[in-house]
């Protein structure tokens, strides 16, 4: 086989060429994200095919799909030009011991909820940091953070169906909780089963994990809500419960900022609620960065505040971090203090 100096051929600009179009399904799509033109794009994929003597995507009507050597080679692409993010990130430290870059990945609960609270802490005693924040499903963010393009992922940690090599340590417990405006009626007393049936209900879809663990959670509590709203945004659920005498089953921390303002409230659900561990999930390969150790303390000393007002409860199983393969390890919730689940906070 002829050898194709890989070393001596390969330029940047064409690792980011075939991220950009994996990342965005079509050529023209990709040419407006890297800002030159379609030609000029197909000429640098027409070279890299050539370099590596094979084909990289299969066209079809709707865009392009990666050949399994594509795939390859987009993974190997994506861990070079996060070495190369990393390599200038760690100069520029260097130069300013204060400066740096946290790249974060943040699922959908943490990022809607906790993670304002958590940043803005982290603006204040570390100003010149710079983040690059990802969020998204499990799905997105894994591959980002195998490939070294963040450094660590916040939020609930699901038992992985294989093991994926990362580290899962469980800082605190996100509940599914009755959430409803402050002053609401439902919280007059303690809340059941026949008064959660008196209103309506709005609850995220079906199509996200979340939408269908309460699902389950309603046919427990034998509800079978009439016509209820779902939505896949907080800020709609958010407004329904201020402007209706609807209520949520919802994990209460994505509406944090909401608690933690007294406009809306909590309570416990009439049955016992899994705890649904959270925290950090991490690579096992790579230590992590100084940048992103502030905001790892940054984050457990938000944790430990909200807990102390009984937002939060803390993770009560086994202390330590969850292996890919589910078993538990080391480090647990900080010592942090568990707030009552059946507490509304006012």
């Known amino acids: 086989m002829t050898r194709r100096y890989l070393d001596q051929r390969l330029r940047l600009s064409l690792l980011r060429a075939v991220d950009a179009v994996e990342a965005q399904g079509s050529l023209l799509k990709a040419s407006a994200a890297l800002g030159i033109s379609q030609p000029a794009l197909t000429k640098n994929l027409q070279e890299l095919e050539d370099i590596l003597q094979m084909r990289l995507f299969d066209r079809h009507p709707r865009g392009v799909i990666p050949t399994a050597g594509g795939r390859v080679f987009i993974q190997a692409a994506r861990r070079i030009l996060a070495d190369m993010h990393r390599l200038e990130e760690d100069l520029d430290q260097l130069t300013n011991p204060n400066c740096g870059t946290v790249a974060l990945g943040a699922l959908p609960v943490t990022a809607n909820g906790l993670l304002p609270g958590v940043l803005a802490r982290l603006k204040t005693t570390h100003p010149d940091l710079k983040i690059r924040l990802h969020h998204g499903r499990g799905a997105d963010l894994f591959p980002l953070l195998a490939s070294g393009e963040i450094d660590l992922i916040v939020g609930r940690l699901y038992e992985p169906a294989v093991p994926d090599g990362f580290k899962r340590e469980p800082l605190w417990s996100e509940p599914i909780s009755i959430v409803a405006r402050s002053g609401h009626p439902i919280f007059a007393d303690t809340v059941t089963v026949d008064t959660l049936r008196h209103y309506d209900l709005v609850l995220p879809t079906m199509s996200q994990r979340i939408g269908q663990e309460i699902e389950h959670l309603l046919e427990m509590l034998s509800v079978e809500p009439t016509a209820p709203l779902r939505s896949s945004s907080p800020g709609v659920i958010r407004e329904m419960l201020y402007g209706t005498d609807s209520v949520s089953m919802a994990p209460r921390l994505m509406l944090l900022g909401d608690l933690l303002r007294g406009t809306l409230s909590f309570a416990a659900l009439p049955i016992p609620a899994p705890e649904r561990p959270a925290g950090l999930i991490l690579p096992r390969d790579r230590p992590l960065p100084p940048a992103a150790g502030a905001f ?36 647990g919730s900080n010592g942090a203090v568990a707030a009552s689940e059946g507490q509304a906070l006012n």
Not at 304 to 312: K, Q
């Open 296 to 331: 790892v303390r940054c984050l457990r000393g938000y944790i430990c505040e909200i807990m102390a007002r009984g937002v939060v409860p803390a993770w009560t199983g086994d202390r330590g971090s969850r292996g890919s393969n589910g078993s538990n390890g080391s480090n």
